[in-house]
Structures are given as C-alpha cells and as structure tokens.
C-alpha cells in the first residue's frame, strides 16, 4: 500500500477537505440528512484527515467525551487498510491525552471491524441516521 499521510486537521482551515469525505459516504452513499451530518461537536472535536499523494481520502474525529466518530473513508480507497489506521491513531491520540476509553456507535455492517480493532459492544442495536447502529467501546488501560 502506498504511504498515508494521518494527521491532526484543523477545521477551520481543513473543514472543506473534511466535509467532501463525510458528504460523499455519508450524505451522497448512505442518504444521511445533511441537517444531522453536521452538529455542535465539529468546532470542539479533534478531527483527522487522511490523505493520500496529498489527496485527502479519509477522515473521523474524536470528541471530547471520548466519542470516535465520523469516520468516513471515500469508497475507491476502503480495503486498503486506511480505516484501521485511522482508527488505531485516533485511539493514540485519545491515550495521549490521558482518556482510558474510547467509545463509538458502530454501524452494525462494521461490527467486526471494530471488534478486530479491541473494541467490544455495551448495549443493544439502536438506529441513528436510518442506519442499525451499536455502541462500542475500547479501554486502554492494561493494554
């Protein structure tokens, strides 16, 4: 795989980058409401952006509460490994910070992925978005 570029981006200077990758999987591929796509959390969150050869590919944000979400990677580049990447540095970020957990609402089609990532349900499949969701989460202490 080629070599990806994962860092700290920051929104008001990064945030047409990240809202092309949010809008093409989650407004365009999955038909979510632009209306909740975009919330009171983007100012606060730290969001990360992937790029590849400078393209920006992927994106997903941690929030102050802990909460991994957003995690967009635009459809020709899935497969690849970028997802987990991402994943595995905003989990980083989140244990530099000093959290001990993070947690995320999964969708239920990604499952697996998150458990292959150390994450573990906590509760019962819920829908947000008009999409089968469950809450997961990874502790880092004693890893």
Known sequence: MEPVDI?????????????????????????VDPAIEWDDQETSATHFLV???????ATGRLTRSGKIGRMAVLSPYRGRG????LLET???HARSIGLRQVYLHAQCHARDFYVRCGFQVVGDEFEEAGIPHIKMERRFDGN
């Open 7 to 31: 860092a700290i981006a920051d929104w008001e200077r990064e945030r047409t980058s990240i809202r092309r990758v949010r809008e093409a999987v989650f407004i365009r591929e999955q038909k």
């Open 51 to 57: 790029r590849l050869q400078g393209e920006p590919v």
């Open 82 to 85: 970028i997802g987990k990447k």
């Open 90 to 92: 905003l989990c980083a």
